[in-house]
């Protein structure tokens, strides 16, 4: 059974940095893209990045110039950085997972096959 497993969420101070986690089990990373999206409360889930086979990745562009999406192949493992976080960014973060035959990624929620549980990110001021 294909799965994605979320870590690495915490309360942090405003301006501080996280680095959140996504780990794939029951598959070939191969044979996957992996996503980060985020729902704040209140509001509807939020294409973050993703990332394909072969290094691919796609970065919304309100948050390239503070979250640093990278992936570890050897370890099914993609990564979140997060810097400089604001109060704005507490939501729960998800990571999905999309069965593809090529090296891209989709932002889209419907496309995504598998979901995590999500884990908390909490920022304070």
């Known amino acids: 059974q294909v799965q994605v497993v979320e870590s690495g969420g915490d309360l942090v101070q405003a301006g501080g940095t996280l680095t959140l986690s996504c780990t794939l089990s029951?598959?070939?990373?191969?044979?996957?893209?992996l996503g980060w999206f985020r729902r704040a409360a209140g509001e509807g889930r939020k294409f973050i990045s993703c990332?394909?086979?072969?290094?691919?990745?796609a970065t919304k562009p309100e948050f390239k110039r503070r979250f640093t999406t990278s992936r570890d192949n050897t370890k099914k493992t993609m990564y979140l950085r997060m810097t400089n976080l604001k109060p704005d960014d507490t939501a729960i973060y998800y990571c999905?997972?999309?069965?593809?035959?090529?090296?891209?990624?989709?932002?889209?929620?419907?496309?995504?096959?598998?979901w995590g549980q999500g884990t908390q990110v909490t920022v304070s001021s």
């Open positions: 999905a997972a999309q069965q593809r035959r090529d090296p891209y990624c989709s932002g889209s929620p419907g496309d995504q096959h598998t």
């Open positions: 029951g598959a070939n990373l191969d044979l996957y893209a």
């Open positions: 990332t394909g086979r072969d290094q691919y990745e």
